[in-house]
């Protein structure tokens, strides 16, 4: 195991009506002027906007609001939301939503202190100070909640990128699973999608002898399999919905990544998906991850056998590794297929003739040096092969 810090101040109200305490944690962490950021109306036509603000106003915490985050946030609302929250003298940022409207969060508390553009984040600066954040969470997916990363769609050549820093790790996060029931099907299943790429992202490792993330993993990714199911068939089940939301933000706050290398090549490749196609995150994974997997491999069959046979019940061929390596991928892609996600780049509205673009944004873009790299480094020939192999 490598050595590492782990650092995870967030304080997590989790459980049914636990958003009615927002104003007192605002209060509780020192904020007296807070900006509300939200998605495109869900939690208008849900109430809990309202719901926030009264909780607000009883603790007499002054507030201002900008909606509009759309999925796949983007660079020209987070300039607005800076601007906004220096002219009000904002000192604290509450999301209200998903990834999209916390990370857009996220982006604005640390643009708000810093001098210059708060692209430089996204272009590989580390994020040192920001203003206090805390969220709302109405769907387990992205575990923005818990993480101190967030990830940027820049308009100016429409790529999208991500930036981290202990500074925007949220300072209280508010789970209430019962928030996720008005949820389309869809994104339920692209939020499992995503929570299940997580755990992949650190399993797929270069580390020797990191069990106790291993076994953590396996744990998470067996609760995924057992509640991603029910919650499909049955949207308003609480039990399953409060134990997917609680996976989502194990599963990357990394608690399970601490001490041990990670791929996330899968995550870069997808990030270009969605910034070219504006397709739904957890989709785009589920049409990379099963090509990216085969693709790679043979670079540690074990690996691949391992989380086989623990957590997708395979059996393992010991004379051919190789062939459990390879079922456990097909049944990931059954389980993928089962719970609604896409296929292929075509479902995503992708095309052959756009691999070259996908691939120079991808390896190239914002000083990339011509390859990405993760559990294996893949040059542009490799990006293009798996873009290829989702069609
Ligand atoms: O905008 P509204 O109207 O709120 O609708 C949203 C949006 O259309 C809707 N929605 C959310 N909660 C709902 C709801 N609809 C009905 N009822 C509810 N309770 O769902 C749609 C998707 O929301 P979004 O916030 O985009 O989803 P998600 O949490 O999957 O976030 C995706 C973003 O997070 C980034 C992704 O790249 C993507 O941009 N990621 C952020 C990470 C991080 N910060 O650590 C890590 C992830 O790997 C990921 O890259
Ligand atoms: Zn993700």
Redesign the pocket.
Known sequence: MNSFNFYSPTYFAFGRDAENRVGALVARFGGTKVLIH??????VR?GLLDRVKASLDAEGIDHVELGG?????RSGLVYKGIELARRENVDYILAL???????SSKAIAAGTVYDGDFWDFYSGKPIERALPVGTVL??A????EG?G???ITNENGMF?R?ASGDAIRPEFSILNPA??Q???PY?TA??IT?IL??LYERYLTNTPEVEVTDRLIEALMLTMIHEGPRVIEDPDNYEARANIMWAGMMA?NNSCGVGRSQDWNS?NIE?EL?ALYDC???AGLAVTMPAVFSYVMHHDVMRFAQVAVRVWGCPMDFSHPEATARSGIEAFRRFLTAIGMPKTLGELGGREEDIPRLVDALCNGDGRPGSISGFVTLNEQDCANIYRMML
């Open positions: 939200y998605g495109g109306g869900s939690v849900s985050v759309m999925p796949n946030p939503g998903g990834g999209s409207a916390i990370d109405t769907i997916a992205a575990g923005s993480s990363d967030s990830v999208k991500g928030l996720t008005t949820l389309p994104q692209c939020g995503d790429a997580h990357h995550h990030h969605s739904a995150h957890g």
